[in-house]
């Protein structure tokens, strides 16, 4: 069984900063991409930022320059670095782990309120 748990999220003001933590646990074949997406109220969810095994790292546009994700791989953790932050960015946080095969698993989601 798999299991995908987020943590670190909570209430910031505009221009403050969070730092989101995810672990995954149990029997995984190969992690391949980590990532976070996030779901706004009213809105589809999106992807924020992802990284590959191997260090490379994407984002959405709207974080550029604001957010860094990075991971151990040896700890099955993957975090992401959120600062600068603005109401925009209040939403549920999810965190993503794909496999070599590209099944995906994905956590209960992470509260972060960004008040202007």
């Known amino acids: 069984q798999v299991q995908v748990v987020e943590s670190g999220g909570g209430l910031v003001q505009a221009g403050g900063s969070l730092r989101l933590s995810c672990v995954a646990s149990g029997t995984i074949f190969r992690i391949k991409n980590m990532g976070w997406h996030r779901q706004a109220p009213g809105k589809q969810r999106e992807l924020v930022a992802v990284?590959?095994?191997?260090?490379?790292?994407h984002y959405a546009d709207s974080v550029k320059g604001r957010f860094t994700i990075s991971r151990d791989n040896a700890r099955n953790t993957v975090s992401l670095q959120m600062n600068g932050l603005k109401a925009d960015d209040t939403a549920v946080y999810y965190c993503?782990?794909?496999?070599?095969?590209?099944?995906?698993?994905w956590g209960q989601g992470t509260q972060v309120t960004v008040s202007s």
């Open positions: 993503n782990v794909a496999n070599a095969v590209l099944k995906e698993y």
């Open positions: 990284i590959t095994d191997s260090g490379v790292t």
